[in-house]
C-alpha cells in the first residue's frame, strides 16, 4: 500500500510538471530562462521558510545538516531546470517533456555503475518500452536536434543525477518541506551561476498568461511538486520513481494540444501509452526500499 501510496503522490507531481511546460512558455512571454529560473526558486524557498519557521514542529529543521545535504541535489535540480527552461526558447512543449524524460536511461546506469545497486531485469524491459514510446512521442527524430533538443538533452542528464542523490538521501530526510526549501535555495544559486554565459535577459509587459504560468512554476512546479517527490522516494527507488516521472510527458503533451495548439499524430499517442504501461508495470514490479547504508556521506 505504501508503495502505491508513494506512486499516487509521484502522478500529482508529473500532472503539476505537466503543465510546467506550458507555464513556462507563458511565462517567458515576459521573464527570460535566468530571471525566471532565479526567480521561481528563490521565492519558494523564501515561502517555504516562512511556512515551517511559523510551524514549532517543524523549525528544528531549518539546520544545517539539511543545508548540507541537500546542496548537490539542489545544484543539479537548479542546472536541470535552467538548461530546460533555455530550450524552451528553440524547441516545442511537446519535444522538450518527451527529451527530458530520456533521464530513464541514465538512472538506472549512475545506480549501477557508480552505487553498484542491482536492478531486476525486468526492469529494463520497461526501460526499454519507455523508450519506445518516447521515440514515438518524438516522431523517431531525435538525430535531428536543435540548440533547444541539446540543452534538454543535457537537462535529462542532470535531472538523473538529481532523481539518484535524493534516492540515496531520502531516509535520512525526516521533513521533505524543509529539505525543499534548501534544495530550491541551491538551485536559485546554481542558476546564477550561469548569468555571464545567457546571452539575453529581458523583462516585459506581465499578461495574464504569463502571471498565471509564473505562480504555477513557483507554487505548483517547484514548491509542491518537488516537496511531493522527496516525500515519495522516502518510498521509492530511484529507477521506480524515474519512470513514474516519465508520466510528466504525456501530461505535458495533453497540456500543449489544448493550451499551446501543439498538434498529436496517432504514432505520438501509442508512444504516450507505452510509456504509461511502463510506469504501471514498473509500479507493480517494485517493493518499498530498505534504509541505505553507509549513505551519511552524501
Known sequence: MKTWIAAAELLVATLIWGFGFTATIWAQHSFDTITLTLS????????????IFFQPSTRPFLNRRYLRMSFWPGIFLGITLLLQTWGLEYTSAT???FITTLYVVFVPLIELLIFKHKLRQLHFVWVTIALVGT???????????????VLTLACSVTAALQIVLIGRQSQQIESP??????????????????IPFYPHCYFRT????????????????????????????????????????????????????????????????????????????ATRLARPKQQPKNDAAL
Open 177 to 194: 518541506l524543509a529539505y525543499n526549501a534548501f534544495q530550491s535555495l541551491w538551485a536559485a544559486v546554481a542558476a546564477a551561476l550561469f
Open 95 to 97: 519535444n522538450s517533456s
Open 206 to 281: 506581465l499578461d495574464w498568461r504569463a502571471a498565471l504560468g509564473t505562480f504555477s512554476l513557483i507554487f505548483g512546479s517547484t514548491l509542491l511538486g518537488f516537496f511531493l517527490q522527496v516525500k515519495a522516494q522516502k518510498t521509492l527507488s530511484s529507477s521506480l520513481s524515474s519512470l513514474l516521472f516519465l508520466l510528466e510527458s504525456p501530461f505535458a503533451l495533453l497540456f500543449a494540444v489544448l493550451l499551446l495548439d501543439e498538434r498529436i499524430t496517432l504514432l505520438q499517442a501509442l508512444g504516450g501509452l507505452l510509456i504509461f504501461l511502463a510506469a504501471f508495470g
Open 40 to 51: 521561481r526558486f528563490t521565492i519558494c524557498f523564501v515561502v517555504t521558510s516562512a511556512i
Open 135 to 149: 521515440g514515438l512521442m518524438v516522431n523517431l527524430q531525435l538525430g535531428q536536434f536543435n540548440s533547444g533538443d
